[in-house]
Structure formats: C-alpha cells, structure tokens
C-alpha cells in the first residue's frame, strides 16, 4: 500500500535522529555545544578547563535527551577520569560508559565510545 499516510509515517521515520542501539553504532556527530535541548542523540565537544582537564560533554546516544560530561585523560587510566587515545576528532575512550539511573525513567544506557563511535552493549 502506498496510501498518503504511509508516505508520512515512513517520511518521519527516515527524519527521525539516529540512535545508537546493540549492534548499530552511531558515529559522533561533533558540535559547539552539546548542552543544548535540540543536540542530537550522539552529539558530543570537547571541554577544556586548565585546572581540571579535559571532558567529553556528550548527549546520550539512546536517544533519551540526556546529557552528560565525562572526565577523559590521555594516557594511563587515572582515578576520576575515563582513559582516551589523544584522538580529538575520532577518540577510543575506557572503560564503558554506564548512565547511572537517578529515576526510573532514566536510560540506564551502558555502551563505548570506540573511533569516534557510540557502540551499546
Ligand atoms: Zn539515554
């Protein structure tokens, strides 16, 4: 059937923001600011504080809406902080990332960031 609500219904899926889910990795989709309600699912920028380090400011790949600053440091794997590869543009970050559910409702998502992709578990 090719009715005109077909066309719409398949029109709003192909508009709707990507997600990541198992197995559908979601490439990072850089911006200025992932702060920001309109940020899609997967959109994340680097935070640069001088006494504090560098964080991935990111909004959760589920598709929920949150969003989250994740504590990063190059190198060896440091207490506080996930390990990063130094790559800006493509990052491979560990151990997994895992949203904390504060209300029942929250995603409770648990996946990787691995060269420059949001990959669940
Ligand atoms: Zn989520």
Redesign the pocket.
Known sequence: MNTPGNKAAKKAQQNAPARSAPGRPLPITWVQSAFHETAA?GSANWKVYDNHGRYLEYV???????WRNLPVKEGEKVQGAWHWDGNLTAPTIKPSIQ?VRHEPD????HGYVTNGQWVTV
Not at 60 to 66: P, T
């Open positions: 699912p959760c790949a589920c598709g929920c809406g949150e949203h929250d995603c409770n998502w």
